[in-house]
């Protein structure tokens, strides 16, 4: 099993810039595939970037694409999320999730096995 923790949100200004960052404080995420998504009020959680398990395969939804980086570092068990050029609509709760099937991410949130508890990021126009 794997536990996973989010930090780095916070309030920021359009235009700004934050880092996520996904540890697991139990457990170990070098066999899973990672994905970030996030979930605004009243909307559907989204997926915002994957990367596989080796990390040589990465995506992104084409809202954060070019604006985002997913990044990972097994040697300290965490992966990023680079967000620039923040807007006013990636305001959300922030997830990262890890998906222990196959060396590859999914945008599909079901086939995440492990969850962390969210860090919220808002931003200000």
């Known amino acids: 099993q794997v536990q996973l923790e989010e930090s780095g949100g916070g309030l920021v200004q359009a235009g700004g810039s934050l880092r996520l960052s996904c540890t697991a404080s139990?457990?170990?995420?070098?066999?899973?595939?990672m994905g970030w998504f996030r979930q605004a009020p009243r909307n559907e959680r989204e997926f915002v970037a994957g990367?596989?398990?080796?990390?040589?395969?990465?995506g992104y939804a084409d809202s954060v694409k070019g604006r985002f980086t997913i990044s990972r570092d097994n040697t300290k068990n965490t992966v990023y999320l680079q967000m620039n050029s923040l807007k006013p609509e990636d305001t959300a709760a922030y997830y990262c999730?890890?998906?222990?099937?196959?060396?590859?991410?999914?945008?599909?949130?079901?086939?995440?096995?492990?969850w962390g508890q969210g860090t919220q990021v808002t931003v200000s126009s």
């Open positions: 999730a890890a998906k222990s099937a196959g060396n590859y991410y999914s945008n599909s949130p079901r086939l995440y096995d492990y």
């Open positions: 990367v596989s398990w080796t990390g040589g395969t990465t």
């Open positions: 139990r457990g170990t995420i070098n066999t899973y595939s």
